[in-house]
């Protein structure tokens, strides 16, 4: 069965840290690019960060730009997200998903099930 599997999302404080992985089962995240989306309640998706296949190449929303690192380890067949300087803002279900490259217009598919991250004092 082919699939992503998101974890590591939780409570955290504003200021605080996560680190969330996109684990992948039934093939092999080397030959796609992996975009990270999130959603928050009443809003639409949005792109977070995705990483490229072919030389790793990393792309930010304006938003987490600084303060995000997304990186992939294609031996374990993950690729993360690492958050810092979490906001309230940054509440959302989080997603990964595959695609054939990070260019815009190319389309994601494999979309896991989602990631709660919360951020709260």
């Known amino acids: 069965q082919v699939q992503l599997v998101e974890s590591g999302g939780g409570l955290v404080q504003p200021g605080g840290s996560l680190r969330l992985s996109c684990a992948a089962s039934?093939?092999?995240?080397?030959?796609?690019?992996i975009g990270w989306f999130r959603q928050a309640p009443g809003k639409e998706r949005e792109g977070v960060s995705c990483i490229s296949s072919s030389d790793g190449s990393t792309y930010y929303a304006d938003s987490v730009k600084g303060r995000f690192n997304i990186s992939r380890d294609d031996s374990k067949n993950t690729v993360y997200l690492q958050m810092n300087s979490l906001k309230p803002e940054d509440t959302a279900v989080y997603y990964c998903?595959?695609?054939?490259?990070?260019?815009?217009?190319?389309?994601?598919?494999?979309w896991g099930q989602g990631t709660q991250v919360t951020v709260s004092s």
């Open positions: 998903a595959t695609s054939l490259s990070c260019e815009v217009g190319y389309e994601y598919d494999n």
């Open positions: 039934g093939f092999t995240l080397d030959a796609y690019a």
